[in-house]
């Protein structure tokens, strides 16, 4: 199977399956939280002999090796990596959350891969986010299978839950979702359950019984095999389908017998090409047993049909300024391209970085390159500095084991790389480059924060800046408007991790405030001012008069000084300072204490002393001036209106567009987005939208996704207007 075919060490002398970049397989699971991805990864590491009969990997292997918060939260919220070896291959496992509102770190774990494990749960079934991430890899030819988990369930029916795969991932062709064993039934227990004990591969047709805690091979029963010829036969022809043989579907349709060990390669090559997606069943080992139900065969998947590193073609390279620069794909001898795909601080070494290397090897104690660009819209400013790599290492359970070297397709962990952040590439430091970044979502709920007391707003900022150079997904920004330090997340457990991080990790404690949005004011009409500063109090007195117009200027206009000053009444040498004093009292605000905006400000006339007139006096002038204007004039309270699109499955669209009109949105269109979705446009006041990440996720069952993008500060609604004045006012 092109690289497969000489991956075996046996092929390379006794070169170990690190040392080849054939030999390594790199594989996400993907599923919905609570599929039973974590408890598939340990039944895989158990069943490759990774731990010992009497032991476990302990939270399968997180990138930390511990997370206090996945023990309190009984979830995964953060990339796990588990190196397992298995027949002379090294299996790099990636563990995703399967939470929503981690798909920042299953985002980290797809770049990181090069096939994907679809885990589904026989008792729950496919859900829109798990078809969302199916269509994400389908779009860029990721191979994929599936895995049937919870088979123990009292309900669980393999055959229906492989009939619902194949509806919700095979929608262009579902004969390219089949199994590749069935499950075989022990004897019913007094609930009338009968539990799964065994497998019956369709291609060999042989039994694998798992029943003793040790999976034993034997031949099927005369009474067992016609339980298996509809499926097997469908299977067959599923395979021969694909195969790139384009007479073996004529010589099968004319009766010749394909052989097992053709259909095996053609198999594998149709996985490898994710043109054909097995479904398998799995279960964990039963306490003290040493293998669990289908793992051998998921590891035998694995090896045999997701491809190597070799094959993924790499992300795109650029040197620094900008110009492509070819490398050759997963080379061990290449220019050193890697990628930081997870950071993350351990209370024992340090800050440990889970690193894929795409060209050349990585070694410790070398100095690299390190650059980041494209993130400064979250925090990330753009870098390029030089730092020396510590060890390298993977994780087993709890601890970290040494390594040596990571060549090209393989992943490791660095230690103290103080300066590197999620997404950033490593090169040569006498050869530097950059990697297109991979997409990552936005984080569209605000949570407006401060520090608890003055010895946590001494940490506040380290704090934050470790948070998000460790998640991209997470922005910081510091609104110059409100005042407020605001963190963006994806929904409330990503902010509840975030806070509970600042707490135990960086010692930070902090309080959460209302999340204010930045409102704006202007005039409703024309109006005029006269602004009379003079006084005398000794020596030099102050002495300054101007008399101004104000009026409203359509939206995004600012703030127009005009002079139509005659005659000298103004000296010159002042009119700028009372277009500084007006100026100035426009940022302050002039009902609300909000910024005023989109207005002319016409200077008319005014008074000077020959002696008490001054800069200072003029800019008191102009301050007064058009504070006066507004005392007599209708003042609008501006507040910014969002441009929005929601992506949401057709059965969820009337109540999309119902939930936005209650939320004083205007609908400007829908649109057909294909896969059963549309997109739905809308304008909607910001102030209505602060927590809709949230709202919208329970509307449409966590299938809708949303953007968001400033349009415009248009007026506020009188009554609603009145009661932020108030609110100003209280405050």
């Known amino acids: 199977m092109g690289d497969k075919a000489n991956a075996h060490p046996g092929a390379a002398g006794r070169a170990t399956a690190a040392d080849r970049p054939a030999s390594v397989r790199n594989v996400v699971l993907v599923g919905h939280s609570g599929s039973g991805k974590t408890t598939l990864v340990e039944a895989l590491a158990l069943t490759a002999r990774a731990v010992n009969r009497a032991g476990?990997?302990?939270?399968?292997?997180?990138?930390?090796d511990y997370d206090e918060i996945e023990h309190r939260q009984q979830r995964s919220v953060q990339l796990s990596l588990v190196p397992v070896e298995w027949d002379g291959y090294k299996i790099n496992l990636l563990d995703t959350p399967g939470y929503a509102d981690f798909v920042g770190e299953l985002r980290a774990g797809l770049r990181a891969a090069d096939a994907a494990l679809f885990v589904v749960s026989a008792s729950d079934g496919v859900d829109g986010s798990t078809r969302m991430v199916w269509e994400e890899c389908a779009a860029v030819g990721m191979p994929r299978a599936i895995v049937i988990t919870h088979l123990e369930a009292a309900r669980a029916d393999f055959d229906e839950m492989t009939r619902i795969c194949a509806e919700a991932f095979g929608a262009d062709d579902p004969d390219a979702v089949l199994p590749l064993y069935l499950p075989l039934h022990g004897p019913q227990g007094p609930d009338g359950h009968a539990p799964v004990t065994g497998l019956i591969g369709l291609l060999t047709q042989r039994l694998f019984d798992y029943s003793s805690g040790e999976r034993k091979e034997s031949e099927p029963g005369p009474d067992q095999l016609p339980l298996i010829e509809e499926a097997r036969n469908r299977l067959i022809e599923g395979i021969i389908a694909e195969s790139e043989d384009e007479t073996l579907m004529d010589r099968?349709?004319?009766?010749?017998?394909?052989?097992?060990?053709?259909?095996?390669?053609?198999?594998?090559?149709?996985?490898?090409?994710?043109?054909?997606?097995?479904?398998?069943?799995?279960?964990?080992?039963?306490?003290?047993?040493?293998?669990?139900?289908?793992?051998?065969?998921?590891?035998?998947?694995?090896?045999?049909?997701?491809?190597?590193?070799?094959?993924?073609?790499?992300?795109?390279?650029?040197?620094?300024?900008?110009?492509?620069?070819?490398?050759?794909?997963?080379?061990?001898?290449?220019?050193?391209?890697?990628?930081?795909?997870?950071?993350?601080?351990?209370?024992?070494?340090?800050?440990?970085?889970?690193?894929?290397?795409?060209?050349?090897?990585?070694?410790?104690?070398e100095t690299v390159h390190v650059s980041g660009h494209g993130m400064a819209d979250r925090g990330h400013e753009d870098h390029d500095v030089e730092e020396r790599i510590g060890a390298l290492s993977a994780p087993f359970g709890k601890q970290q084991r040494t390594l040596t070297h990571c060549i090209a397709g393989d992943l490791a962990c660095v230690a103290k790389l103080?300066?590197?952040?999620?997404?950033?590439?490593?090169?040569?430091?006498?050869?530097?480059?950059?990697?297109?970044?991979?997409?990552?979502?936005?984080?569209?709920?605000?949570?407006?924060?401060?520090?608890?007391?003055?010895?946590?707003?001494?940490?506040?900022?380290?704090?934050?800046?470790?948070?998000?150079?460790?998640?991209p997904t997470m922005r910081l920004e510091q609104n110059q408007d409100t005042h407020q330090v605001v963190l963006w997340c994806l929904g409330e457990a990503h902010a509840d991790v975030a806070l509970e991080r600042l707490r135990n990790r960086y010692g930070v404690q902090v309080d959460l405030v209302p999340h204010k949005v930045s409102l704006r004011e202007t005039f409703a009409g024309r109006s005029a001012g006269r602004g009379r500063h003079v006084k005398q109090s000794g020596g030099h007195g102050q002495y300054a008069i101007c008399e101004i117009e104000v009026?409203?200027?359509?939206?995004?206009?600012?703030?127009?000084?005009?002079?139509?000053?005659?005659?000298?009444?103004?000296?010159?040498?002042?009119?700028?300072?009372?277009?500084?004093?007006?100026?100035?009292?426009?940022?302050?605000?002039?009902?609300?204490?909000?910024?005023?905006?989109?207005?002319?400000?016409?200077?008319?006339?005014?008074?000077?002393?020959?002696?008490?007139?001054?800069?200072?006096?003029?800019?008191?002038?102009?301050?007064l001036a058009l504070r006066e204007a507004a005392a007599d004039a209708k003042i609008h309270l501006l507040e910014p209106v969002a441009e929005v699109g929601v992506l949401v499955g057709d059965d969820y669209v009337g109540a999309v567009m119902s939930d936005l009109s209650g939320r004083r949105g205007r609908v400007v269109g829908t649109e057909q987005a294909g896969g059963g979705r549309t997109l739905v446009r809308a304008e909607v006041p910001e102030i209505e939208i602060g927590r809709y990440a949230v709202d919208l996720r329970s509307l449409s069952h966590g299938t809708?996704?949303?953007?968001r993008r400033y349009a415009r500060h248009e007026p506020m609604p009188p009554q609603l207007a009145e009661k932020m004045r108030e609110q100003a006012k209280e405050a």
């Open 418 to 471: 103080t300066r590197a952040e999620t997404g950033d590439t490593l090169s040569a430091k006498d050869d530097p480059l950059l990697m297109e970044p991979w997409e990552m979502p936005d984080p569209l709920l605000p949570l407006a924060i401060q520090a608890h007391s003055k010895a946590d707003e001494d940490k506040l900022s380290q704090g934050l800046g470790r948070l998000v150079a460790e998640d």
């Open 704 to 707: 809708a996704r949303f953007s």
């Open 56 to 64: 476990r990997v302990e939270d399968g292997g997180t990138v930390s």
């Open 551 to 623: 009026e409203p200027l359509p939206g995004g206009s600012g703030i127009e000084f005009v002079d139509k000053v005659v005659g000298g009444a103004v000296p010159r040498q002042f009119i700028p300072s009372v277009e500084k004093g007006v100026r100035a009292q426009a940022a302050k605000g002039v009902a609300a204490g909000y910024p005023l905006i989109d207005v002319r400000v016409t200077l008319l006339d005014g008074k000077a002393h020959s002696v008490d007139s001054s800069d200072a006096a003029f800019q008191t002038a102009g301050a």
């Open 252 to 365: 099968y349709l004319g009766g010749e017998t394909v052989d097992v060990k053709t259909l095996v390669e053609d198999l594998e090559r149709a996985v490898a090409r994710g043109v054909f997606h097995p479904v398998l069943a799995a279960a964990p080992a039963a306490e003290g047993a040493r293998q669990g139900l289908g793992t051998v065969e998921l590891l035998e998947l694995v090896t045999g049909g997701f491809p190597t590193p070799l094959e993924r073609e790499a992300p795109a390279v650029t040197t620094i300024d900008g110009r492509p620069r070819g490398i050759t794909a997963c080379d061990p001898d290449g220019p050193l391209v890697a990628e930081v795909v997870k950071t993350a601080s351990d209370p024992y070494v340090g800050r440990l970085s889970l690193v894929r290397v795409f060209s050349g090897t990585l070694r410790p104690e």
